[in-house]
C-alpha cells in the first residue's frame, strides 16, 4: 500500500516530490514516522485524513519550510536539504499555509498584498501590475483591489491567498486546508479556479490536504493520512474499490487500524420525542453592529427544547456574534432574544448557569491538566462542594478521559481535546448547549464518536443543542438547520426540507442554490477571457540571488503601510517623546531647594532665633513648626516630615558671647544620602557665613577665616541649572527606549499571528527580512529625535554648540543600534509579553544608572563601567552632550560613532544567527 | 460573596500557572530583581565618591602642594596633575569633572593678605556631583589654608560649633538607597507590564470571552488578575530583600520587611489596576508596549526616588502626587531607611490606597465596556 509507485498511474508519470524515510518529532510528539511517498507530477494531488495526521508536517517538509529532521525529500528533481536547491525552489513552489488569510496582512489592501507578494519575487511594477490585474480578473476580485483584506470574507480571502500564491507562476503549489471554514458557494469556486488555471498552466502540480472527504473525491490522486503514517494511496476510485466502501469517508473509516475503528457504526438519529413548554431559545429580530458594519441583520428564530438544531455559513456570516448574543456575550443592537421563556440579560449570572457553551477557538487553558480544567470549571459553575469529586469522575469516565485525567490538553489529539471541550461545557449540567463549530478540524470517526454523544443528550437528557457547523453531513444529522449568509438566515427547516424545495439535490446543492440568489451582486463571476500568466524563468533567477534589496524593500514599505494603517500606534511612537522631553527638562532636577527644617530650641533667646533665621531665610531651607523635645525630634525625623533637624542647647545665647563655643547638633536625614549630602553643604555655608557675621559683632576679623577666594567656573552650564545636563540625556534615554520598543514585537507578533510563514516559504533572506522590518522605525526614530531637537532648542533653548552633523549621524548610528536591539530581542522571546518586559528592563537599567546620565561615567565603579559600556547609551551620550553642550566636533566625538555602528551591526548578526529561516 | 472569592482564587492560579509557563519572562522576572538590582547598588554613585579631579599647580610651593595632596579618598580620587592647556580636553571628555587651578605666587600673596583668587573648573554636566562636589572642594581647600595658617592648628574661630551627624545613614553612603530605589521602580514597570499585557493577550487570544460565558464578572477576572501577578512580584520583592539586598549586598535595612512588604502589597494592586487600565486604552500590543513606557518612566524618575522630589517646580509636584509611586516611594525610604512604623507610615499608605481604589474602579469600569464592546 506504501509502494512509492502507487501513484505513478496518474497524471504524467513523472514524479513531483518523494519521500523516503521521513520522520518528524516536536518534543516529544511524532509527527510524521517513517514515511515513504511518492507525489505525482502535473495534477491534483490531495492528502487526506485528521488534524493530528501529519498533513501539515509533510507539507512543510515538502515546501522547505520545515527543516527536514530524518530521511530523504526530494522535491522538482533536488534534494530539498540542499540550500542551494532549495533557495532555487521558493521561485518555482507557492505555498498556502493553513487558516483563513493567515499569511495576508489585514491592514494592507488586496492590491497591496499582491504587490508586496510580487516584490518577493523579483517582478519589475510593470510586469507585477499586468499579473495582478489578471490574477484579480480570473478570480473576480478584479472589484475590491482597494479594500483591506481584514474586511474580506473568508472565501475572498482564500481567492486572494490563492492569487498570492499563483503571483510567480509556481510550478508545485501546495495547499494546506485551502477550503476550511468557507462557504460551500465559496468552497466551489474556489476549486473551479483551481480547474481553471491547472487548464492553462497543464505542467502545474498541485498538492492539496483537507479534511474533506468530498472534496477529496475529485482529486487525481490520494494519500490518506493516520497517526504519521501514510495508510493509502492512489485515485480516489481504487483507495474505494480497495476498501469496498462505496465513498471515502467510509473508505476512510474502513482503512483505520482496527483499534481506532473499535466500535465505530453509522450515527443514528432516533426521533424527537414531542416536548411541551416555551421554547428553549427564542429569537426576534436580533441585531448587531459594529460601527457601521452590521454582524447580524434582524435574524429570528425559534429552538424547541431537546431539539439539535444546526447553524450552517461560511466564516464571518455572522454565526458566531449570533451565539455570542445568545450566551449574553455580546448585547444585541437591536431585536430580542429569550431563553426558556426569560428574556436574555447580559448581567445575569443566573442564566449562564443553564447554558453550556464551547466555542470556537477555545480553548481549553493550556497550562491546565484534564483534571484542572474540569476542576476549574466546577468550580466557576459552583457545584456544591460534594458533588465536585464524584461529577468530575463521571465526566472523565463518560467522555473516555480516565486515562489522560493528568496530562496536559495540548499533548493530547484533537479529538480527545474536543471531548475534554464537550465534558467541560456540560460539567454543570446545562440544559441548553451552545457548540461553535465544535467539530472543525477532527477526523470522521472521532466526528461520528461526538454527534453520538450529542445525540445522547439531545435524546436521553432533554438537552437542546444548538450547534454550528461547516460540514453537510453534519447537518443532515440535526432536526432542523438555519442556512445563514451576510448577516442574514437565508433559510430555516429540516434538512431534507431545504434539500427539497431547492431541487432535491443534495443539502450541498441547496445551499449554494440560496447563496447564489443573494450573492449574484456580490462576486463578479470571473471572466473566462483572463488569461493565467506564463511562467517564465527570470523569476527563478532572481529568487536565486542571495541578496536583494527589491525583497528588502518589500519588507520595509509593508512595514511602512501598517504603520500608516495604524496611526494611533505612530501617534504613541512620536508624542510619548515630546511629553516626556517637556516633563523632563522640567522635572529632574538636582538642585536641591526647600529643604524642610525644624528646630528643637532649648534656648529661646535672640541668638538663637537669629540662628534659626539665617537658615529659614535662604532658599535653601523652609522651616517647620518647632519641635517640644528630643523624642520628637527623634519622631520627626523618622516620619520624614523634616531632612534637617537641629537641637540648640540651653543656654547658647549665653555661651556665644562668653566665647565658650556652644555645640549645634544638626540631624540630616541619612536616609536620602544626595539630598543629605547637599544639605549639608549648604548648611556648613550658611552656618559660616552667620559665625562670621556674629563674629564681627564681637569684634574679632573674620578675614582670617576665609583668606582665599575660590572662583567656580562652570564652562559648559553658566547657569548650572539641571535642564542643561538633562536634556541631551533623556534625548538619549528616549532614542533607546522607543525605538527598541517598535522593533521588538515585529518577529514575534508575526509568530504569534501566523505571518512569519512568508518569511519561510518565499526567498526572502534573514538579512532582508530584519533590515527590511528596521528600516522605517530608524526614518521614524530618526524623525523623532528631529522632534526632539526642535522641542530642545524652542523650550529649554538648548543649541547645538557643537557640530550639528556629528549629532545628527551620531542619532542615525544610535537608534539604527537601538532597534536592532529590538529586533534582537524579538527574535529570541517566546511572547509578547516577555518582549515588552525584556525591552524595557534590559534597556532602562543601563541607560539611566551606566551611561553617564544620572551618575559620570568617570565615577562608577568597574564592573558598572563595563555594565555601561556593553550598551551602545553610554556613547551617544557622549555624543549628545558633547555636541549639545560642550561644543565638541567630529575630531572629538569620530570613535563613537565607529562604536556605535559596530553595535547594531552586532545585535543584527546575532539576530541573524538566531532566526531560523526553516522551522522545527 | 464566598463564590465570588472562589472564582476570584481559581482564576487568579490559572494565571500564575500561564506565567510559569513561560520560562523567558520567569528569567528576565529575576534578572530584574537580582542581577539588576545588585549592578545597581553595587556600581553606581549618587555621593561624592571617587569623584575625579585635577590640579593644574603654577605655584610649585609648599601651599600648593598640600592642597594638591588633599583630595583623598572616599570623597576624591588622588588628584591628577596636569598643565592648564589640558583642563579643557579633559573636562570634554570626561576625564574628570574638577580642575583646580593655584595661581603662580599663590602661597606668597596669600601671607602677604592680598587674597589670591583660586579657580575651580566643573564640568556641571555630571550635575549629580558637581553641586556637592563643589562645596567638598571649597570646603578642602579653606580646612587646608587655615592649617598651613595656623601652623597645622584648625582651629574653628566661629563663635559657635556645628556638629552635623546624618542620622539612619551615618556615612551617607548611597548602596541601600540605590538598592531599595531600584527595586521599587522594577516592581512599577513589571506590575504594570505584565497585568497589562495578561490582559491583551487573553483579549488577542479570544480566551477571555470564554471565562465570560461561565458565572464569572469582569469584576472577578480583573481581582484574580491583580492578586495572582501582584502575588508573583511580592514573591519576588521579598526574594530581593532578603536574599540579594541583605544577603548578598549586606545593606541593612531598618525597618520591619514585613511591614514593606505589606505597603508593597498596597501598592502592586494600585500599579496592576494601573496596567489594566492602560491594557483597556490600547488596542494591540504594540501600542501597550509604546504606551506603558511614558507612563513607567515618568512614574519611576520623578518619583523621588532619582532625583529629590522638592526640586521639582511645584505644579508638577502636585501633580506627582496622584501617582502611587510618589508616596510608595516615601513609604519606603521611611520603613526601610528610618525604620518607621505604621504609627507614621499611614500617611503614605492612606493615598496609596485612595489612588489604587480610583484606578481600580476606572479600570473595572472601562474593562467592563471594552467588554460588551468586543
Not at chain 1, 491547472?198 to 492539496?208: D, F, T, W
Not at chain 1, 485525567?405 to 460539567?427: E, F, K, T
Not at chain 1, 528643637?600 to 540662628?611: K, N, V
Amino acid at each position: 500500500m506504501n509502494d512509492p509507485q502507487a501513484g505513478g498511474a496518474v497524471g504524467t508519470g513523472e514524479i513531483v516530490a518523494e519521500l523516503r524515510g521521513v520522520s518528524h518529532r516536536y518534543n516529544k510528539t511524532t509527527a510524521l514516522n517513517r514515511v515513504d511517498l511518492a507525489i505525482p507530477a502535473g495534477c491534483m494531488a490531495g492528502l487526506i485524513g485528521p488534524d493530528a495526521a501529519g498533513k501539515s508536517t509533510l507539507l512543510g517538509l515538502v515546501a522547505g519550510t520545515k527543516r527536514l529532521q530524518a530521511g530523504q525529500v526530494r522535491v522538482l528533481g533536488g534534494d530539498i536539504a540542499d540550500e542551494a536547491h532549495r533557495r532555487r525552489c521558493y521561485a518555482r513552489i507557492a505555498f498556502m499555509p493553513q487558516g483563513l488569510g493567515r499569511n495576508l496582512y489585514p491592514t494592507l489592501t488586496v492590491a497591496e498584498n499582491l504587490h508586496f507578494f510580487g516584490q518577493l519575487y523579483g517582478q519589475e511594477r510593470a510586469e507585477r501590475q499586468t499579473r495582478i490585474d489578471e490574477l484579480l480578473k480570473a478570480t473576480g476580485l478584479a472589484r475590491f483591489p482597494d479594500r483591506p483584506v481584514g474586511k474580506l470574507s473568508g472565501g475572498m480571502k482564500q481567492k486572494l491567498g490563492l492569487c498570492c500564491a499563483l503571483i510567480h507562476d509556481p510550478d508545485l503549489l501546495i495547499l494546506d486546508e485551502p477550503t476550511t471554514g468557507i462557504d460551500p458557494l465559496s468552497r466551489r469556486q474556489f476549486w473551479d479556479l483551481i480547474d481553471r488555471i491547472r487548464a492553462r498552466r497543464s505542467g502545474m502540480s498541485v498538492l492539496v490536504a483537507t479534511a474533506y472527504m468530498e472534496e477529496a473525491e475529485r482529486f487525481d490522486w490520494l494519500a490518506a493520512m493516520s497517526e504519521g503514517s501514510v495508510i493509502a494511496s492512489g485515485a480516489a476510485a481504487e483507495i474505494e474499490a480497495m476498501t469496498g466502501a462505496d465513498n471515502l469517508e467510509a473508505s476512510f473509516i474502513q482503512l483505520l487500524p482496527p483499534e481506532k475503528r473499535a466500535g465505530h457504526e453509522p450515527v443514528v438519529l432516533p426521533p424527537r420525542m414531542g416536548e411541551d413548554g416555551p421554547p428553549a431559545i427564542e429569537a426576534t429580530n436580533l441585531t448587531c453592529r459594529f460601527g457601521d458594519f452590521t454582524a447580524v441583520d434582524r435574524v429570528s428564530f425559534q429552538i424547541r427544547r431537546g431539539e439539535i438544531f444546526g447553524f450552517l455559513g461560511s466564516n464571518g456570516c455572522g454565526k458566531t456574534t449570533t451565539m455570542k448574543m445568545l450566551t449574553g456575550l455580546l448585547p444585541a443592537s437591536e431585536g430580542e432574544a429569550r431563553i426558556f421563556g426569560r428574556e436574555l440579560d447580559a448581567s445575569d449570572l443566573q442564566t449562564r448557569r443553564h447554558v453550556g457553551y464551547m466555542s470556537q477557538s477555545f480553548s481549553l487553558y493550556s497550562e491546565l491538566t484534564v483534571r484542572q480544567n474540569l476542576s476549574l470549571h466546577a468550580h466557576l459553575f459552583h457545584l456544591p462542594r460534594k458533588e465536585i469529586a464524584p461529577r468530575i469522575a463521571e465526566m472523565l469516565d463518560r467522555f473516555d478521559l480516565a486515562e489522560v485525567a493528568d496530562a496536559l490538553p495540548a499533548a493530547l489529539p484533537l479529538g480527545v481535546r474536543q471531548r475534554l471541550s464537550l465534558a467541560v461545557a456540560l460539567i454543570h449540567r446545562p440544559d441548553l448547549l451552545i457548540l461553535d463549530e465544535p467539530t472543525s478540524g477532527v477526523d470522521p470517526v472521532a466526528r461520528d464518536e461526538f454527534w453520538r454523544y450529542l445525540i445522547e443528550l439531545s435524546r436521553h437528557e432533554g438537552v437542546t443543542i444548538f450547534i454550528s457547523t461547516h460540514f453537510m453531513h453534519e447537518a443532515e444529522r440535526c432536526d432542523r438547520i438555519s442556512l445563514m449568509h451576510a448577516g442574514k438566515v437565508l433559510a430555516v427547516g429540516a434538512p431534507a426540507e431545504l434539500a427539497a424545495k431547492r431541487g432535491g439535490g443534495t443539502l450541498d446543492d441547496a445551499f449554494v442554490a440560496y447563496l447564489q440568489e443573494v450573492v449574484q451582486d456580490e462576486v463578479q463571476p470571473p471572466s473566462d477571457t483572463a488569461a493565467v500568466p506564463a511562467g517564465n524563468d527570470h523569476a527563478m533567477a532572481a529568487a536565486a540571488r542571495p541578496f536583494s534589496l527589491r525583497r528588502l524593500w518589500a519588507f520595509a514599505q509593508r512595514e511602512l503601510t501598517e504603520i500608516q494603517r495604524d496611526p494611533i500606534r505612530l501617534a504613541f511612537a512620536l508624542l510619548g517623546p515630546i511629553f516626556l522631553l517637556i516633563t523632563f527638562g522640567f522635572g529632574i532636577s538636582f538642585d536641591v531647594e526647600r529643604l524642610p527644617f525644624a528646630v528643637y530650641d532649648g534656648d529661646r533667646t535672640p541668638e538663637s532665633r537669629e540662628l534659626v533665621e539665617s537658615l529659614s531665610g535662604s532658599r535653601y531651607f523652609v522651616e517647620q513648626p518647632p519641635m517640644a523635645s528630643a523624642a520628637e525630634l527623634e519622631r520627626r525625623l523618622k516620619s520624614g516630615g523634616v531632612s534637617l533637624a537641629i537641637e540648640i542647647p540651653p543656654g547658647f545665647g549665653r555661651d556665644v558671647w562668653r566665647g565658650s563655643q556652644p555645640e549645634i547638633a544638626v540631624w540630616l536625614d541619612g536616609a536620602t544620602p544626595f539630598r543629605a549630602e547637599t544639605a549639608r553643604g549648604y548648611l556648613e555655608g550658611l552656618m559660616v557665613q552667620h559665625g562670621q557675621e556674629l563674629a564681627r559683632r564681637q569684634g574679632v576679623d573674620p578675614g582670617a577665616l576665609l583668606p582665599a577666594d575660590i572662583e567656580i567656573r562652570l564652562p559648559f552650564n553658566p547657569s548650572f541649572e539641571s535642564v542643561y545636563a538633562i536634556t541631551p540625556g533623556v534625548i538619549m534615554l528616549l532614542l533607546a527606549m522607543i525605538p527598541a520598543m517598535m522593533t521588538a514585537l515585529g518577529v514575534v507578533r508575526e509568530k504569534e499571528i501566523g505571518s512569519i510563514a512568508n518569511f519561510h516559504a518565499t526567498p526572502v533572506s534573514r538579512l532582508e527580512y530584519l533590515v527590511g522590518k528596521q528600516a522605517p522605525y530608524v526614518a521614524i526614530a530618526l524623525a523623532s529625535f528631529l522632534i526632539q531637537w526642535l522641542l530642545a532648542a524652542l523650550v529649554f533653548g538648548i543649541e547645538v554648540t557643537g557640530s550639528a552633523g556629528a549629532l545628527l549621524v551620531g542619532a542615525l548610528c544610535y537608534v539604527t543600534a537601538t532597534t536592532a536591539f529590538g529586533l534582537l530581542v524579538s527574535t529570541f522571546v517566546r511572547t509578547q509579553i516577555a518582549a515588552i518586559f525584556a525591552t524595557s528592563i534590559i534597556i532602562i537599567i543601563p541607560t539611566v544608572n551606566f551611561s553617564g546620565f544620572m551618575t559620570p561615567v568617570s565615577s562608577l565603579e568597574q564592573s558598572g563601567r563595563i555594565f555601561g559600556l556593553s550598551f551602545p547609551s553610554a556613547y551617544f551620550q557622549q555624543v549628545s552632550l558633547g555636541t549639545f553642550v560642550k561644543g565638541l566636533g567630529w575630531g572629538e566625538l569620530w570613535f563613537n560613532h565607529l562604536i556605535l555602528i559596530g553595535f547594531a551591526c552586532a545585535y543584527l548578526a546575532v539576530a541573524i544567527l538566531l532566526l531560523k529561516k526553516q522551522e522545527a | 460573596m464566598g463564590r465570588m472569592l472562589g472564582n476570584i482564587f481559581r482564576l487568579g492560579v490559572k494565571e500564575l500557572r500561564s506565567l510559569y509557563a513561560d520560562p523567558v519572562l520567569l528569567i528576565l522576572m529575576l534578572y530584574t530583581f537580582t542581577v539588576a538590582i545588585y549592578e545597581v547598588s553595587k556600581n553606581v554613585q549618587m555621593e561624592v565618591d571617587h569623584a575625579a579631579i585635577a590640579v593644574i599647580d603654577e605655584d610649585q610651593s609648599q601651599l600648593s602642594r598640600r592642597l594638591t595632596d588633599a583630595f583623598l579618598p572616599p570623597q576624591f580620587k588622588p588628584a591628577i596633575e596636569i598643565g592648564a592647556p589640558e583642563v579643557d580636553p579633559g573636562l570634554e571628555r570626561g576625564d574628570f569633572v574638577f580642575a583646580l587651578t593655584i595661581p603662580p605666587h599663590f602661597e606668597r600673596d596669600l601671607l602677604a593678605g592680598r587674597k589670591p583668587g583660586l579657580q575651580l573648573d566643573v564640568d556641571a554636566t555630571a550635575m549629580s556631583l558637581a553641586g556637592n562636589g563643589a562645596v567638598y572642594v571649597e570646603n578642602i581647600v579653606g580646612r587646608e589654608i587655615a592649617a598651613a595658617q595656623n601652623q597645622g592648628v584648625a582651629q574653628s574661630a566661629l563663635p559657635f560649633d556645628v556638629v552635623v551627624r546624618a542620622a539612619f545613614n551615618p556615612n551617607l553612603s548611597s548602596a541601600r538607597f540605590l538598592a531599595i530605589m531600584q527595586l521599587t521602580e522594577n516592581i512599577t514597570i513589571l506590575a504594570i507590564i505584565l497585568t497589562g499585557a495578561a490582559l491583551i493577550r487573553e483579549r488577542e487570544h479570544g480566551t477571555i470571552e470564554h471565562l465570560l460565558v461561565m458565572p464569572v464578572s469582569p469584576f472577578e477576572i480583573m481581582c484574580a488578575k491583580i492578586w495572582a501577578n501582584g502575588a508573583a512580584i511580592l514573591v519576588a520583592t521579598s526574594l530581593s530583600l532578603y536574599a540579594v539586598v541583605q544577603a548578598v549586598l549586606g545593606v541593612e535595612v531598618s525597618g520591619s520587611i514585613p511591614l514593606f512588604l505589606a505597603g508593597s502589597a498596597l501598592y502592586l494592586f494600585a500599579v496592576t489596576a494601573l496596567g489594566i487600565f492602560l491594557a483597556t486604552l490600547a488596542g494591540s500590543m504594540p501600542q501597550f508596549g509604546l504606551l506603558c513606557i511614558p507612563v513607567f518612566v515618568v512614574m519611576n524618575l520623578l518619583s523621588g526616588a532619582m532625583t529629590p522630589l522638592e526640586s521639582m517646580p511645584v505644579w508638577l509636584q502636585t501633580v506627582m502626587q496622584a501617582s502611587p509611586s510618589t508616596h510608595f516611594v516615601k513609604l519606603a525610604q521611611a520603613i526601610l531607611f528610618r525604620g518607621a512604623g505604621l504609627d507614621l507610615i499611614w500617611r503614605h499608605l492612606l493615598p496609596v490606597a485612595g489612588i489604587g481604589a480610583i484606578l481600580f474602579a476606572i479600570a473595572w469600569m472601562r474593562f467592563r465596556r471594552a467588554i460588551a464592546q468586543s
